[in-house]
T-cell receptor, first 111, second 115 residues
Framework: DAKTTQPPSMDCAEGRAANLPCNHS???????VYWYRQIHSQGPQYIIH???NNETNEMASLIITEDRKSSTLILPHATLRDTAVYYC????????????FGAGTILRVKS | GAVVSQHPSWVICKSGTSVKIECRSL??????MFWYRQFPKQSLMLMAT?????????EQGVEKDKFLINHASLTLSTLTVTSAHPEDSSFYIC???????????FGEGSRLTVL
């Protein structure tokens, strides 16, 4: 699986959009970009994933650059409950493939 | 989404004893489950892949005789920490794939404290 690079931490004002970047310059053509988050002392929570098109769901939007070497997770209106560690992972979306976590980004939403 | 449940959510045991942690897929069948360990302020570290009806596959550096994994049914995998020591104190998390889209769902985690 390709490696990812994320900033170690970010701050965001409550109510504003949180934009979390991720670099994955060695991504392969069949690897998807996945985002998970982990709130303190809980298991990781799936947020969103995509291959090359931008994706949106009820939680977030995922913007993937045309060359697929980087992506941005957007939380449109961050709340205090969005404070968590956010993990960007690239992997082949095949059943049974393991997920390897990097260090992630600590997002602190402040009032 | 699919639900993965772990039990117990926390456990305290004495050094030298064994502890079993259960991971269940509540509304789907999981032929493959994964076990992770997480130390404070660190990321999740994959320990092993649990396969229903066959032996688990352990990541490099993880002692298979120390961390026994049994995946006897399509909805249950267990992790037994044998002869636990204080350095085994950690947050243990399991995960399993949902049946359709390739999403990996995680349990709530089990916090083990070995005294």
């Amino acid at each position: 699986d390709a490696k990812t690079t994320q900033p170690p931490s970010m701050d965001c004002a409550e109510g504003r959009a949180a934009n979390l970047p991720c670099n994955h310059s060695t991504i392969s053509g069949n690897e998807y970009v996945y985002w998970y988050r982990q709130i303190h002392s809980q298991g990781p929570q799936y947020i969103i994933h995509g291959l090359k098109n931008n994706e949106t769901n009820e939680m977030a939007s995922l913007i993937i650059t045309e060359d697929r070497k980087s992506s941005t997770l957007i939380l449109p209106h961050a709340t205090l409950r969005d404070t968590a560690v956010y993990y960007c992972i690239v992997r082949v979306a095949s059943h049974g493939n393991k997920l390897v976590f990097g260090a992630g980004t600590i997002l602190r939403v402040k009032s | 989404g699919a639900v993965v449940s772990q039990h117990p959510s926390w456990v305290i045991c004495k050094s030298g004893t064994s502890v079993k942690i259960e991971c269940r897929s509540l509304d789907f069948q999981a032929t493959t489950m994964f076990w992770y360990r997480q130390f404070p302020k660190q990321s999740l570290m994959l320990m092993a892949t649990s396969n229903e009806g066959s032996k688990a596959t352990y990541e490099q550096g993880v002692e298979k005789d120390k961390f026994l994994i049994n995946h006897a049914s399509l909805t249950l995998s267990t992790l037994t920490v044998t002869s636990a020591h204080p350095e085994d104190s950690s947050f243990y998390i399991c995960s399993a794939y949902g049946t359709d889209t390739g999403e990996l769902f995680f349990g709530e985690g089990s916090r083990l404290t070995v005294l």
